[in-house]
């Protein structure tokens, strides 16, 4: 495994002793910008992110695109959600995020998290990179609930469906330092995660560090990708093994 590069975690950010609490907090969440932009970032979210029904939507819709990376035609942002580095998060058009959803680019580097044309990012979800970029594609659905890591890049192709509790989870820890902490040891990773597109995983599905998963592959429910899946294979269990080649 190569090791990933560094990203300042949640706990570091917290508990370092340079600077006040609120720039930290400032750090986390908005990066490295002014301290007006990061209160009237602070200001929008208070006012605009709890405001129920269509007023809600229409006035996230007038106000936050300044605050984004790109914010594409006819975006719907739904209620409490929460927007982490949001000047490298790229909307697309017909973009749907709907409530208590949480998009945090902090550790996506330039490139950005990314959310192609007429993606759903259904209720709950979360997309958080801890290292590398994040690029899911056109029409993309991702079901309520799931969890989206990336330690070194995540992709997820057009036209994929990821249903409800799915977790694609990056990184892992070298066997050598399970001596220490947790909090204390250096993530590793095998690469980046990558769906192709049409991808369907089905219910509760996880997928773990540096798996690539082809085109049109199915998963069955509660199965764990362990290992690189080819196009047009339906595969199911613990670890996920091939049952049935689609023609």
Not at 155 to 167: N, V
Request: one cysteine or more; glycine letters at 14%.
């Amino acid at each position: 495994m190569a090791a990933v590069r560094t990203v300042t975690g949640i706990r570091s950010l917290l508990s370092e002793e340079q600077g006040s609490s609120l720039a930290r907090y400032r750090r986390l969440t908005m990066g490295d910008t002014g301290f007006v932009r990061f209160a009237l970032f602070e200001l929008a979210g208070l006012l605009l992110l709890p405001l129920p029904g269509a007023l809600g939507l229409v006035l996230r819709r007038s106000l936050l695109p300044r605050f984004f990376g790109a914010f594409g035609r006819s975006v719907v942002i739904g209620r409490n959600c929460v927007f982490r580095h949001p000047n490298r998060i790229f909307l697309d058009d017909s973009v749907v995020i709907d409530d208590n959803c949480v998009l945090d680019a902090r550790g996506t580097g330039s490139e950005g998290l990314h959310l192609g044309r007429g993606t759903i990012l259904n209720r709950g979800s979360i997309v958080q990179s801890k290292g590398g970029p994040i690029r899911i594609g056109e029409r993309a659905s991702i079901g309520a609930g799931c969890h989206l890591v990336s330690w070194s890049g995540l992709a997820i192709g057009d036209d994929c469906a990821l249903a409800g509790g799915c977790h694609l989870s990056a990184g892992t820890y070298p066997l050598e330092e399970l001596g220490k902490p947790p909090s204390e040891r250096t993530a590793v990773s095998a690469g980046p995660i990558e769906l192709g597109a049409a991808v369907w995983l089905a219910t509760g599905v996880i997928v773990l560090d540096g798996v690539h998963v082809g085109d049109n592959a199915v998963v069955a429910a509660g199965s764990v990708v362990t290992q690189d899946v080819p196009s047009r294979a339906i595969v199911q269990g613990n670890p996920a093994r091939k049952i049935f080649a689609i023609r």
